[in-house]
């Protein structure tokens, strides 16, 4: 594959991450690495890493950016190597500073070792598996609306009917697939049908998580309770 581009806010994330010692980044990836039970929620994920680095500044930077590279990885089916020297190269073209530059040069080895790890892997595949959808939701409202009725001449108003239309708007996977918004008309039954809707779907997701969560003694989450530190 050809180099990965650097966008302003990755490269500002990417040197952020380079402040931190050799020993503190050996150290991290030795722990994540030897983890017992990695958890594949992004949280958890966060809050091992600030507590063995002691520094929110580098969880903030460092947590995002090992999951989405991790996830690009998955999502491509490179292998952690082709990978770094992907980014290492979108990091010069970029034109990072040239300590930061010779700082993943001397780190290579243990970030290669981060993205094989579960620590790091397991996090980026429940981040695929919330997100591998044609198109995402990103936001609705509803339009309300009169629409007046004219008697046969239209010289006089004889009525008027108010209109409701659920606007859904919503967002390609990034493979591809644009945004749009989708135009619906509802009557006042349909409403009460999408507000019933709704209140099921969140009473099925939450028995959904405490059953298997009971059952399989395991991680599990509703998509959109973990951020993954982009939101």
């Known amino acids: 594959m050809g180099f990965i581009r650097i966008r302003p806010a990755q490269a500002e994330a990417l040197q952020t991450i380079a402040m931190a010692s050799p020993d503190v980044f050996a150290k991290l990836t030795q722990a994540l690495s030897e983890q017992a039970h990695p958890s594949i929620k992004a949280s958890e994920f966060r809050e091992f890493v600030t507590r063995i680095s002691n520094d929110e500044e580098f969880a903030s930077a460092f947590c995002p950016q090992l999951i989405s590279l991790a996830t690009f990885r998955r999502v491509e089916r490179l292998a952690s190597e082709e990978l770094y020297d992907a980014l290492f190269e979108g990091m010069e073209v970029a034109d990072l500073p040239k300590a930061?530059?010779?700082?993943?040069?001397?780190?290579?080895?243990?970030?290669?070792?981060?993205?094989?790890?579960?620590?790091?892997?397991?996090?980026?595949?429940?981040?695929?598996?919330?997100?591998?959808?044609?198109?995402?939701?990103?936001?609705?409202?509803?339009?309300?609306?009169?629409?007046?009725?004219?008697?046969?001449?239209?010289?006089?108003?004889?009525?008027?009917?108010?209109?409701?239309?659920?606007?859904v708007h919503y967002v390609g996977n990034g493979r591809g697939h644009t945004s749009g918004e989708l135009s619906l008309a509802l009557d006042a039954d349909d409403i009460e049908k999408l507000i019933d809707e709704l209140k099921k779907a969140a009473m099925k997701a939450d028995t959904a998580k405490r059953e298997f969560g009971e059952k399989l003694g395991a991680d599990i989450f509703v998509v959109g309770e973990e951020t993954y530190g982009f939101g």
């Open 100 to 167: 930061t530059i010779e700082w993943y040069k001397a780190v290579r080895k243990d970030f290669i070792r981060l993205l094989d790890c579960d620590g790091v892997r397991l996090p980026a595949k429940a981040l695929h598996l919330s997100t591998d959808f044609e198109s995402l939701f990103a936001s609705a409202n509803v339009v309300t609306d009169v629409r007046p009725v004219f008697d046969g001449d239209r010289s006089s108003l004889v009525g008027a009917v108010v209109v409701q239309t659920l606007r």
